[in-house]
Structure formats: C-alpha cells, structure tokens
C-alpha cells in the first residue's frame, strides 16, 4: 500500500483564498483524522471522521474550516478564507477504528502558508 | 489538556540511554508514542493500555502507570537513527480514538 497520501505537499495563498486540502487514506482504513502542526500549538487534533462520518469535530479553529469525507477513500479539508495564522502543516492520518488501542498512519503533510 | 513532555530536548551520544516523560492531568486510558524526523509524518512507536496491554515495536520499551497518569519512553544504546521528536498522545476513553498530544520532547543522538 502506498500508504496516506495528500496533495498537495506544499500551497502559498494570499489571505483571503479560498485553501483545499486533499486526503486519501489506506485502503480498509475506516477512521481519518486531520492535525494541524505548529511550533507554538504542537500538533493538534482538528477533526475525526469514523466510517465516513464526523465524529468529533471540536478541534476545528473556527467556521472558516470545514472538512468532508464523500466516500470511504478521500477527504478534504477547506479554509476559506485563509488568513496568515492559518500557517502550518497539516497532517492526515487513517487507522483502521477509532479506537485507542489502533495506531494511525500519518500522511507527508500540507506545509500551508498564506501571506 | 495537553500532556507534558519532559525533557524538552535531549543531547546524547551514540550508545547511551535516555528516558523521555509523559504526564497527564486528566485520566488515561491509553499512551501512544511517536516519533517524527524533521520534514517527514509522525510514525508510530508504541501503544499503552490501561491494564497493561503494550503494542509496538519490539526494540522500544515503555511504562505506562495509570494511577500517577504518566508514562515514559526508555531509549537504551541510542542509535544515530533514534534522532527525532518523540510525541506522546493521551487518550481518555476506550471508545474513541481521539488522541491529545504533548509538546515533543527533540532527541539529538551524536557520534
């Protein structure tokens, strides 16, 4: 398997853009989990979809950020607008439950930048 | 609330031991340790369960007490390739894979 793979690798966008993330996870996987990376907040949990469903989305900043799961093998992530505190890398992560005792499998990561 | 991770960063020498910390307020249920090379995605070490149930690597060893709600990575004969940001993820429930991670603790291993 190829493993979870997100595109892209790196975006630069002006404020006020509109930002989509992408996320396919490994195949059999049913839990996907988006992170957000920074040197001041370390890495933190946005939102976990279960079987293709939101199952705790209270990591999401604010309303700017919305994320969806059409089907069992992609996922998106949406900024809009992006503003300059936006800035981090953003993992995607899948495992196969959501369940503690499960380890996840991390993606490369979207290195964001908005200026 | 975040997990605390200590030392913050750690120097070492090929071959020597080191013991990474991590400590929760809250009640745990589970431990999960990673680690992250600069640049590159978290990859996974080790699971802790409450009642003692490990999962992870056979060269990684950790302790998990439940009742001091801490747990601790021991990285014996260091290797250069141990170098990185160790992460630990604190769950509270059986029931859910949410995780809460602390701050990384960076590990330099020098020849």
Redesign the interface.
């Known amino acids: 398997d190829a493993g ?1 793979i997100q595109s892209p690798r790196h975006e630069v966008t002006e404020m006020g853009q509109e930002v989509t993330l992408r996320c396919k996870p490994i195949s059999g996987h049913n ?1 996907l ?1 988006w992170y957000r990376q920074t040197m001041m907040r ?4 946005l939102i ?1 979809f ?1 079987n293709n469903v939101p ?2 989305d209270s990591g999401m900043p604010e309303d700017r950020f919305s994320a969806k799961m059409p089907n069992a093998s992609f996922s998106t992530l949406k900024i809009q607008p992006s503003e300059p505190r936006d800035s981090a890398v953003y ?1 995607c992560a899948s ?1 196969q ?13 979207t290195r964001l930048t908005v200026v | 609330q ?1 997990p605390v991770q200590s030392p913050q960063a750690v120097i070492l020498r090929e071959g020597e031991d080191a013991v990474i910390n991590c400590s929760s307020s809250k009640a745990l ?2 431990v ?1 340790w ?1 680690r992250q090379k600069h640049g ?5 070490l080790m ?1 802790l ?1 409450k009642g003692g ?1 490990q ?1 992870g690597h056979e060269k990684i060893s950790a302790s998990f007490n439940e009742k001091k709600q801490q747990s601790s990575l021991y990285l014996t004969a260091s290797q250069l390739s141990y170098s990185g940001t160790y ?1 630990c ?1 604190t ?1 509270g ?12 603790t960076t590990l330099q291993v020098k020849p």
């Not at chain 1, 370390?42 to 949990?45: A, I, N, Q, V």
């Not at chain 1, 439950?97 to 990561?109: I, P, S």
């Not at chain 2, 429930?93 to 990384?104: A, D, E, R, V």
């Open positions: 979870v839990s989990f370390g890495l933190e949990l976990y279960n199952i705790d993992f495992s439950q959501a369940l503690v005792n499960t380890e996840a499998f991390f993606g490369q990561g | 975040q249920y589970s999960h990673y590159e995605a978290p990859v996974f699971i369960l149930e999962k992460f993820g769950g429930s059986s029931n859910t894979g949410k995780l809460i991670f602390g701050q990384g």
